[in-house]
């Protein structure tokens, strides 16, 4: 998949490509076992949010870059070669060793790393939903709530939170948002 990336005013800001699997191609049970697609509660969201503004808590948004990369293959998937991309035998195919953008696979993968990289950081998963964890160091709090590639941060302790995303970074690359503006159609407003 070939995109171009533009400024504002219309110039290119970079070209990007992307190796895209035809997940539609594979075969349950042979090519993947199971599908995964985690989702947020809408009332966790709420309580993640109220707490925030109860306890004058800073929410912060992360973005993980192509998150689904990050996952590791369970299964033996081939792949076709790509138009453009071919070698002169045209019969030979990729093994794939990593997840990869259009696989059934790749949301699971992505997030039982995801999971697993928190719960070696000290976090434990919330019994009320698969997408938010809890982290408690003496008195403080530090909540991520995910959503798919996008983690929001909230907690008792912003010096806390920096060093979660710093750990987090070492495992993932990250882009870092700032505040939280905007999340799943919420606009969030401070005064």
Do not use: C
């Not at 504002?8 to 800001?13: C, E």
């Not at 490509?17 to 989702?39: I, M, N, Y």
């Not at 928190?118 to 939903?129: A, D, P």
């Amino acid at each position: 998949m070939y995109k171009v990336k533009e400024n504002a005013d219309g110039s290119v800001n970079r070209f990007k490509a992307r190796l895209v699997a035809k997940g539609f191609h594979q075969v349950h049970g042979f090519d993947f076992h199971e599908t995964f697609s985690p989702l947020i509660k809408s009332v966790t969201i709420r309580i993640i949010l109220t707490l925030a503004l109860s306890y004058g808590w800073k929410l912060f948004q992360l973005d993980v870059n192509n998150a689904f990369l990050n996952g590791t293959l369970e299964e033996t998937v081939f792949m076709k070669q790509p138009p453009g991309f071919e070698v002169t035998n045209k019969s030979l195919v990729y093994k794939l060793n990593k997840a990869i953008y259009g696989l059934k696979q790749a949301p699971r993968q992505w997030v039982d790393r995801l999971k697993s990289t928190l719960l070696q950081f000290g976090f434990i998963g919330s019994k009320s939903g698969s997408s938010l964890f809890i982290y408690r160091q003496q008195m403080h709090t530090i909540y991520p709530l995910v959503y798919v590639d996008d983690i929001i941060l909230t907690g008792s302790s912003t010096s806390l939170i920096q060093q979660l995303t710093d750990k987090l970074n070492t495992a993932f690359s990250l882009k870092q948002l700032g505040h939280l503006d905007y999340f799943l159609d919420l606009e969030i407003k401070y005064l």
